[in-house]
């Protein structure tokens, strides 16, 4: 090897250089955001829920991040708004997610704000929709003979109802609808709001810059 | 390996390492490079120029949001009561009562407050003339400002001779606005003059009987569920209101709402979370549900959220766009958008999210169940732009006014 | 190939045997930015700015090649005393019943059967109307003005003999004033005395089957009855105002109007029925409808003064028309029962300027 020194100091210059505008630019851009306007912290029920998305791995098929309508029709399909980086202000780590197998679920609260819906897609998504591939998550749920007081019982249609007795939820699964029913960014993001806006386009006509 | 860097004059050692000279790069390789340095330039500045347009959007998102009562009296006017009592104020034979020559635009401004306020539901004498009353409340989508605003030009101009003197503004309808803070319509002229200004001529009496309480088995379905069925509040809200795409119910004819329920049964409507929950209803459950949301006031919870152009909302609510044949909204789901039993659903108050997420879905052919594939054509003929603009114009609009009918009476909706 | 050995000499040649060095490093990058311009340039032209247009989206539909008429938008209506009235005339149009109430003895509006406030091309647009009167008319065999012709609405259309003064406005009323400036405002640019295109309603030709009001029955409920109403009564709001007009009846226009007819009706029907969906039905449902719907009683005609068959030799003959006309055995004309009271109730107030 010849000139390993000016080889050396090209490429540390490189990846310097590449950290400073991935990693060191953004992040004090990030940094200096605050919450949107309407955006609330997270109450300890919700925390715990948001903990059970992350165990879960909910990351892995639901994404976080509807996009605008110059990218995807999201808001045609009720996902809500093109998101904006004060959205995520509260999510440590945040739970973006990049893979699209299961609908967005930014803002799944407003979107489908039922607790019972939900306690029983989660024991069951076939019980709802008999296309769904979502995974079922029995092990949420306790099946009893029947309800004490204080129990929150699953509505289940007829062939996946319990034979007999009933499922209750877990604490675990309140906590991850109550998670679930908060997720509701539907305020209206500031103008000067962060976001990649590289594929908004000005039309033919109105909405022009 | 230094002595290596230069060619050695000697006969080559063992320890030669190759080495080439540096060849000058092929013009055609220079190019691309060129052309992709242009490239990336060019996306660059059109990059900047989208975030200004992202930037707009969410401006006018924002804009979009209730108005902060900037208006004046003429443009709200026009916006607000034109449709129903007609830009020249002379209402409509037999159905909406003139506000030119009304004892009630002529009396104590806090009459016609108390009216925008509240709405009403009975009969009513106007100008010698009588007339089943049937009058949103504003309420929900109006500031204190733009109530004042509407009540000082109305009066201004078919009422009160003096009433530029006696103008009222914003703190005057918020007192009038805590003063009855829990009441539904005004039953009618009756009332209205009984409890606000007893100067106003004899008014019809109110309609007699009250209105029937709903089945409780019905009240049962909305607030527990039954079965796999889950709560119809539990998504539609206590009140019916909905939210984003949860559609309102509050105020939907009775006949149309059984009727979706029985499309999610056969299939002609696509909800799985509708049909699971339909499937479970019998016929006459279909029909309370339908009577109990059709007599459900409750105020306004939608506002513009899609950045539509609003003007262009109105335009197509109003009028309709001819060159794309669309006609205007209002002409069949009726003046204001209240609806008319028992085909054409009330359009007012509903969320935007929910009317464009049904017009897109009428235009893919997702949803097919309009009479005479009259829905299809229309959210066709709009594009992306013209759908949102017209579900954020819908969203400003007051909730369906109360119609205090017997139960099960579609046509009194 | 020879580039390169060039190349190659030059730099075995330490220094440039041929030509000045400079000058072809100078060369090299002129041909390499010119390549490079030309790539990219290509590229936009392609990508950005569409110019191969098969690829992505299909080419666009070829013009429409017919130039109709534009009136103008209610936005350029002037200030002043000319937009006064125009509105006023364009209020008229819109909710006759309650500007012209004196004379309005049923449910309807210009706007009913005229689609678009007088605008829509092919449902009878006042702004053609306006540039083809004077006009000779065979229906009262005389010249008509402009508002001879809106006489003659009222008389029919708008049934003027149930409405509270008992027949149209009386000749030189605000009324017609009105209503000539709005459409006056409406051919704004038209050519004066050319039937332009878009006119009336559009002729049908009798299809070979003719019409038959029980076919019509048929296509009457599967595309009119959602609006109109099963019993062809139209439908209110919940106000009691009329959404949807009446079609036949005492609400509905009397059998001397123009609508009346069945060829009127039909062409009416295809160009503009269902509502939206202009061309939905085929020539021979829209006369088969138009049949159905005309072949119900309404008012009768205000210029029946003697029995109908004889009304129906002087003022129907050779109509495409039930009037006169034996249907299962009951004789259409005579009219439905005048209402007990004039239709409209007491006045309205006047409009406000």
Not at chain 2, 247 to 261: D, F, H, M, T, W
Not at chain 3, 335 to 347: E, L, M, N, Q, W
């Amino acid at each position: 090897m010849n000139r390993l020194l000016p080889l050396s100091i090209v490429a540390l210059g490189i990846l310097a250089f590449a950290t400073l505008m991935l990693v060191v630019v953004p992040g004090m851009q990030i940094r200096s955001q605050s919450p949107s306007p309407g955006l609330l912290p997270y109450t300890q029920a919700e925390l715990r829920g948001r903990e059970q998305y992350v165990s879960l791995g909910c990351l892995y098929c639901h994404s976080q991040q509807p996009r605008a309508s110059d990218q995807a029709p999201d808001d045609q399909r009720g996902w809500g708004r093109a998101s904006v980086a004060s959205d995520y202000v509260y999510d440590q780590p945040h739970q973006l997610g990049t893979m699209r197998t299961g609908p967005d679920l930014l803002n799944v609260g407003a979107r489908l704000p039922s607790q019972a819906w939900h306690l029983t897609h989660l024991l069951q998504p076939r019980a709802i929709f008999d296309w769904s591939i979502m995974p079922a998550y029995p092990f949420l749920f306790e099946q009893k003979p029947a309800a004490e007081p204080g129990d929150v019982v699953v509505a289940l249609p007829p062939g996946y109802a319990a034979q007999n007795g009933v499922f209750v939820a877990s604490q675990q699964a309140l906590d991850l609808v109550t998670y679930l029913q908060g997720l509701d960014r539907t305020y209206p993001a500031l103008p000067d709001a962060v976001r990649d806006d590289g594929y908004a386009e000005p039309d033919d006509e109105g909405r022009k810059p | 390996m230094k002595r290596n860097r230069r060619p050695d004059p000697t006969p080559p050692d063992e320890s030669f390492e190759p080495y080439e000279e540096p060849r000058t790069i092929p013009i055609p390789v220079l190019s691309i490079a060129v052309a992709l340095a242009l490239w990336g330039g060019l996306t660059l500045y059109q990059n900047g120029q989208a975030v200004g347009v992202g930037q707009q959007e969410r401006a006018d998102d924002l804009a979009a949001q209730p108005a902060l009562g900037t208006d004046s009296g003429a443009v709200l006017f026009e916006a607000r009561c034109a449709t129903c009592h007609q830009p020249n104020g002379v209402g409509v034979r037999n159905a909406v009562p003139p506000l030119m020559g009304s004892e009630f635009v002529a009396a104590a401004p806090q009459v016609m407050t108390q009216i925008l306020l509240h709405g009403i539901d009975g009969p009513i004498s106007v100008a010698g003339r009588q007339f089943n009353g049937h009058m949103p409340s504003f309420s929900s989508v109006l500031p204190d400002q733009e109530i004042a605003a509407i009540v000082n030009y109305a009066r201004n101009r078919f009422g009160a001779p003096h009433s530029s003197q006696l103008a009222i503004d914003s703190d005057f309808v918020a007192e009038q606005r805590s003063k009855y803070p829990n009441r539904g319509s005004w039953f009618g002229g009756e009332e209205i003059a009984a409890v606000l200004d007893t100067t106003l001529p004899s008014q019809p009496p109110a309609r007699s009987g009250s209105i029937e309480s709903a089945n409780p088995a019905v009240l049962k379905l909305i607030n527990d569920g039954r079965g796999p069925a889950w709560a119809c509040s539990s998504c539609h809200g206590s009140e019916g209101q909905g939210g984003e795409t949860v559609p309102r119910l509050a105020g939907l004819p009775s006949g149309y709402i059984a009727k979706q329920l029985k499309d999610y049964v056969a299939g002609d409507r696509h909800n799985e979370t509708m049909t699971l929950v339909a499937s479970t209803l019998t016929e006459d459950e279909m029909t309370g549900l339908g009577n109990y949301y059709s007599r459900l006031r409750s105020p306004s919870n939608a506002a513009p959220s899609l950045g539509g152009d609003l003007e262009r909302g109105e335009q197509l609510a109003l009028e309709g766009d001819w060159s794309l044949d669309v006609p205007g909204c209002f002409s069949c789901h009726g003046p204001s958008g209240f609806g008319v039993a028992p085909g054409f659903p009330s359009l007012a108050a509903q969320h935007p999210a929910y009317t464009a997420a049904q017009l897109a879905a009428w235009a893919g052919g997702q949803r097919d169940n309009a009479p005479v594939a009259l829905m299809n054509h229309i959210a066709i003929a709009l594009d992306d732009d013209d759908r949102r603009a017209v579900a954020d114009y819908l969203a400003t609009l007051p909730p369906v006014p109360a119609t205090g009918g017997p139960a099960g009476d579609d046509e009194d909706e | 190939m020879n580039d390169m050995d060039q190349e190659r000499r030059e730099v075995e040649g330490h220094e440039g045997r041929d030509r000045p060095r400079s000058g072809r490093r100078a060369l090299r990058w002129i041909f390499a930015v010119g390549g490079g311009l030309g790539l990219f340039a290509a590229g936009l032209l392609v990508f950005d700015f569409d110019l191969i247009r098969s690829w992505g989206e299909p080419a666009d539909a070829p013009e429409t090649a017919t130039a109709m008429f534009e009136p103008p938008s209610e936005a350029d209506i002037p200030d002043g005393p000319a937009g006064d009235a125009i509105r006023l005339g364009m209020e008229i149009f819109k909710n006759t019943g309650t500007n012209a109430s004196d004379h309005v003895g049923n449910s309807l509006s210009c706007a009913n059967c005229h689609l678009d406030g007088g605008r829509r091309a092919d449902s009878a647009p006042m702004w053609a109307a306006w540039v083809t009167y004077p006009l000779f008319r065979s229906k009262n065999n005389s010249m008509n003005t402009m508002e001879d012709r809106i006489k003659g609405c009222f008389t029919y259309s708008m049934n003027a003999q149930d409405s509270i003064s008992g027949g149209p406005p009386p000749a030189g009323d605000d009324i017609y004033r009105n209503l000539q400036t709005y459409m006056h405002w409406l051919a704004t640019g038209a050519a004066t005395n050319v039937k332009p295109a878009g006119a009336g309603y559009p002729a049908l030709e009798l299809p070979e089957q003719g019409y038959d009001p029980a076919r019509g029955e048929d296509v009457f409920q599967a595309n009119c009855a959602a609006c109109h109403g099963a019993d062809g009564q139209g439908q209110q709001d919940a106000n009691g105002r009329y959404t949807f007009p009446p079609l036949w009846g005492p609400q509905s226009y009397n059998w001397g109007a123009g609508m009346a007819r069945v060829n009127t009706a039909a062409g009416f029907i295809k160009a503009n029925m269902p509502l939206g969906q202009p061309g939905r039905l085929t020539d021979q449902q829209a006369w088969d409808v138009a049949a159905y719907l005309n072949s119900h009683e309404r008012p009768k005609d205000p210029r029946q003064t003697g029995t109908v068959e004889e009304a129906a030799a002087k003022d129907h003959a050779g109509e495409e028309t039930y009037y006169g006309k034996i249907l299962n055995g009951v004789l259409l004309g005579t009219g439905t029962p005048r209402p007990s009271a004039p239709i409209g109730g007491t006045p309205a107030p006047a409009p406000v300027q």
